[in-house]
């Protein structure tokens, strides 16, 4: 929880943080429509699961757009980076990131535990 906090009060690393966004988003602006549209899409979906400041999950949109660039200079179409399952390669995605899912998941099973008292 420090962590959170000393990035999250962190004007300086703040700033950062926004020029980097604001550089991100004008790279994805310059992909081709469809790998924009994708990538705005999940990019929607995975912030729903976003824990904390989302610092996890910007390291993940930035390799997401490293991965649709190289797709998209190498003339394939944008599903056959996604896959036609995108909300399961969005999973994938998901993995090794510190989301709600996890902590949604936790209290399920220790409210259950509590309760039985296993």
């Not at 926004?18 to 992909?31: G, N, P």
Request: glycine residues 6%; aromatic residues 14%; hydrophobic residues 35%.
């Amino acid at each position: 929880m420090s962590e959170f906090f000393d990035n999250y009060f962190n004007v300086k690393k703040i700033m950062e943080e926004k020029r980097e966004y604001k550089e991100h988003m004008a790279r994805v602006k310059a992909l081709p429509e469809d790998y924009r549209y994708v990538f705005e899409k999940i990019q929607e979906h995975m912030w729903r699961f976003a824990t904390g400041a989302g610092y996890d999950m910007m390291r993940v949109h930035y390799d997401l757009l490293e991965l649709f660039e190289a797709g998209a200079a190498e003339g394939k179409q944008v599903l056959e980076i996604t896959g036609e399952d995108v909300a399961a390669f969005c999973e994938e995605l998901l993995k090794n990131t510190s989301t709600y899912v996890e902590d949604w998941r936790e209290k399920l099973n220790r409210d259950i535990h509590k309760k039985i008292g296993k």
